[in-house]
């Protein structure tokens, strides 16, 4: 119970909304992460008419990864504590070691300068999609590891609460970055 005396602005806001907030806030986050899925998403959104199949793929993929993440990095950081600062080093070093990789293909066309992208099947699009997500180690530092373990911040009905505006966020990432591509 709230004192009276207390301001409106000062009462503590409902833990679930915090928990939303953190999700939606660090899914947009995410927004900034420009790697791999991301230019297959733009690419595709401007060379191809299949490119809603591709994104249902990659969501679906990514509400997975993030689902076996919450569920199992807690329990082995939960255990072994002292490998979370290394797996924090080493993430830092392949999204610095990605960045310098991406820097140096700056010249390079972004979508490759081929018509059979714009052929492509829906099934095509959805399996390079699926190859992009469950092979690329960045999802899994930035869904797995990033969004995995800050769900553990959360407890009950707060850590539903977090993924329910963690995966709302990333489903607008998907969208937005389509969308970036040319297909409304």
């Known amino acids: 119970m709230t004192p009276a005396w207390m301001p409106p602005s000062l009462i503590p806001p409902d833990e679930a909304m915090v928990a939303v907030a953190a999700g939606v806030a660090l899914g947009l986050g995410m927004l900034l992460s420009v790697g791999p899925r991301t230019l297959l998403l733009?690419?595709?959104?401007?060379t191809t008419r299949h490119c809603w199949w591709a994104v249902g793929g990659g969501y679906l993929s990514d509400v997975a990864i993030f689902l076996l993440a919450a569920l199992?990095?807690?329990?082995a950081l939960q255990a072994a504590p002292q490998v979370g600062p290394a797996l924090q080093v080493l993430g830092v070093g392949f999204l610095v070691w990605c960045g310098l990789r991406a820097l140096r293909g700056c010249g390079e066309h972004p979508f490759g300068g081929s018509a059979e992208v714009a052929e492509q099947s829906a099934r095509a699009s959805v399996i390079q999609m699926l190859w992009v997500t469950w092979l690329n180690p960045l999802v899994y530092l930035e869904v797995g590891l990033?969004?995995?373990?800050?769900?553990?911040?959360?407890?009950?009905?707060?850590?539903v609460a977090f993924a329910a505006g963690y995966l709302a966020?990333?489903?607008?990432k998907y969208v937005s970055w389509t969308m970036v591509?040319?297909?409304f």
């Open 42 to 46: 733009i690419r595709l959104g401007a």
């Open 72 to 75: 199992t990095i807690g329990t």
């Open 146 to 159: 990033v969004a995995g373990s800050v769900s553990l911040g959360f407890e009950g009905p707060a850590k």
């Open 169 to 172: 966020a990333m489903a607008v």
């Open 181 to 183: 591509g040319g297909q």
